[in-house]
């Protein structure tokens, strides 16, 4: 889309906020182009195919992973963006970015950096993301990170909502303090309206394709999903419609059912919020008090249903759960080790290690397994534990 036929509240590349350090612009791409192009080119990107959410990367090359993941979200963001008139790049850099912080063995990785680091800092993976793009990729000459814009880097930070202000009592995540204070994100508002798209393209997103993932684990039934308010309705509809399909048919084409269904709702209520509130600019819809872009009530009561669903019968179902302590140990152990013996860390992270149990030697620790994929993990715990590995 043209940036002429943005909506006045869409974010305009030329009216950027823009980067912490300055540095000439690109004559042929948008400056959010230019942001989604560093995220695809960055090395956390590349890591994200071998990372995963539910399980492990080497349970089968079928499953999501966090690079599919952001694809997905991506596209959804790219679709929503453009029918609202919305700047397509800025949602799009934002949906690839979200997950960049995201350690090993999705949540159960995350979970246990966030015990180990309870005494150091602590762990949040939305501040891991924002210390990949300000600070632990290094590329260019000029500047650590990826030097992102003002607009991307808040929607990454922010895309759930604000983090200060009325009603936030809890501290900062320390990664997110420090860079808010020499580059101010408005933490007390909400994001772009960009931003809220990507946050809402995540929900979408992860909730079919976690649909998809437990079908396919045998985890849970089609039959089980009937229960279901909207997902059940739509299995049984195409159940109808097409007697006999296959099962891995009939299993799609519920599922690419569930997402437009879920993207029309959202266009829906976002239309009529911005309707409502009339935002003139991005900062009014900043300040507007709460989420513009939001699926209707309906909608969000069949969203919670359906969480509530996979909470129990596919993230706290024994064979995940097993999974899920065998890598938390894997992360607690490594960590554990790198903080009594930093002299362990490979010699481009003990070089950025102080003294043993220091905080800055957990927080180097923490780095270090946070950027890992799934298998090399696992390959890096068989050499530190296993007296027959190879280093």
């Given at each position: 889309m043209s940036e002429m036929s943005l909506a006045p509240y869409a974010s305009d590349a030329a009216k950027t906020r823009g980067r912490l350090v300055k540095e000439p612009e690109s004559s042929t791409r948008t400056v959010y182009q230019r942001d989604r192009d560093r995220i695809v080119h960055a090395a956390a990107f590349r890591r994200l195919e071998y990372k995963t959410q539910?399980?492990?990367?080497?349970?089968?090359?079928?499953?999501?992973?966090r690079l599919t993941h952001s694809l997905e979200v991506a596209q959804i963001a790219r679709s929503v963006a453009r029918a609202l008139d919305l700047n397509?790049?800025?949602?799009?850099?934002?949906?690839?970015?979200?997950?960049?912080?995201?350690?090993?063995?999705?949540?159960?990785?995350?979970?246990?950096?966030?015990?180990?680091?309870?005494?150091?800092?602590g762990f949040d993976h939305n501040a891991q993301t924002l210390r990949i793009l300000t600070k632990l990729e290094q590329r260019y000459a000029e500047f650590d990170g990826l030097n992102l814009t003002w607009e991307t880097l808040e929607g990454v930070v922010k895309h759930n909502g604000p983090l200060a202000g009325a009603g936030h009592n809890k501290p900062l995540p320390e990664a997110i303090a420090e860079y808010n204070g020499r580059h101010d994100l408005m933490l007390a508002t909400w994001a772009s309206a960009e931003a809220q798209v990507a946050a809402?393209?995540?929900?979408?997103?992860?909730?079919?394709?976690?649909?998809?993932?437990?079908?396919?684990?045998?985890?849970?039934?089609?039959?089980?999903?009937?229960?279901?308010?909207?997902?059940?309705?739509?299995?049984?509809?195409?159940e109808r419609r097409y007697p006999g399909l296959e099962r891995a048919r009939l299993i799609n084409e519920s599922i690419r059912?569930?997402?437009?269904?879920?993207?029309?709702?959202?266009?829906?209520?976002?239309?009529?919020?911005?309707a409502a509130a009339k935002p003139r600019s991005p900062d009014?819809?900043?300040?507007?008090?709460?989420?513009?872009?939001?699926?209707?009530?309906?909608?969000?009561?069949?969203?919670?249903?359906?969480?509530?669903?996979?909470?129990?019968?596919?993230?706290?179902?024994?064979?995940?759960?097993?999974?899920?302590?065998?890598?938390?140990?894997?992360?607690?152990?490594?960590f554990q080790l790198f903080v009594?013996?930093?002299?362990?860390?490979?010699?481009?992270?003990?070089?950025?290690?102080?003294r043993k149990n220091t905080a800055e030697t957990a927080r180097v620790a923490t780095d270090y397994?946070?950027?890992?994929?799934?298998?090399?993990?696992?390959?890096?715990?068989?050499?530190?534990?296993?007296l027959h590995a190879r280093n």
């Amino acid at each position: 889309m043209s940036e002429m036929s943005l909506a006045p509240y869409a974010s305009d590349a030329a009216k950027t906020r823009g980067r912490l350090v300055k540095e000439p612009e690109s004559s042929t791409r948008t400056v959010y182009q230019r942001d989604r192009d560093r995220i695809v080119h960055a090395a956390a990107f590349r890591r994200l195919e071998y990372k995963t959410q539910v399980f492990v990367n080497h349970e089968g090359d079928y499953y999501r992973t966090r690079l599919t993941h952001s694809l997905e979200v991506a596209q959804i963001a790219r679709s929503v963006a453009r029918a609202l008139d919305l700047n397509e790049d800025l949602a799009e850099a934002v949906a690839l970015a979200h997950d960049l912080g995201h350690p090993p063995f999705g949540h159960a990785g995350e979970d246990a950096l966030k015990d180990a680091m309870r005494d150091w800092g602590g762990f949040d993976h939305n501040a891991q993301t924002l210390r990949i793009l300000t600070k632990l990729e290094q590329r260019y000459a000029e500047f650590d990170g990826l030097n992102l814009t003002w607009e991307t880097l808040e929607g990454v930070v922010k895309h759930n909502g604000p983090l200060a202000g009325a009603g936030h009592n809890k501290p900062l995540p320390e990664a997110i303090a420090e860079y808010n204070g020499r580059h101010d994100l408005m933490l007390a508002t909400w994001a772009s309206a960009e931003a809220q798209v990507a946050a809402l393209a995540d929900d979408i997103a992860y909730n079919n394709h976690d649909i998809d993932d437990g079908l396919r684990a045998g985890l849970f039934e089609i039959a089980d999903l009937h229960a279901l308010p909207l997902v059940g309705d739509t299995f049984r509809e195409v159940e109808r419609r097409y007697p006999g399909l296959e099962r891995a048919r009939l299993i799609n084409e519920s599922i690419r059912r569930l997402i437009d269904g879920m993207v029309n709702d959202l266009l829906a209520e976002t239309r009529r919020r911005l309707a409502a509130a009339k935002p003139r600019s991005p900062d009014e819809v900043r300040k507007a008090g709460g989420a513009l872009v939001a699926f209707g009530a309906d909608m969000e009561a069949h969203h919670r249903a359906l969480r509530a669903f996979l909470m129990q019968r596919m993230y706290r179902h024994y064979r995940v759960n097993r999974m899920t302590s065998k890598a938390r140990r894997v992360v607690a152990e490594m960590f554990q080790l790198f903080v009594s013996e930093p002299e362990c860390l490979p010699t481009e992270w003990r070089a950025l290690a102080a003294r043993k149990n220091t905080a800055e030697t957990a927080r180097v620790a923490t780095d270090y397994i946070a950027g890992m994929t799934d298998r090399y993990a696992l390959d890096e715990h068989r050499r530190l534990f296993d007296l027959h590995a190879r280093n």
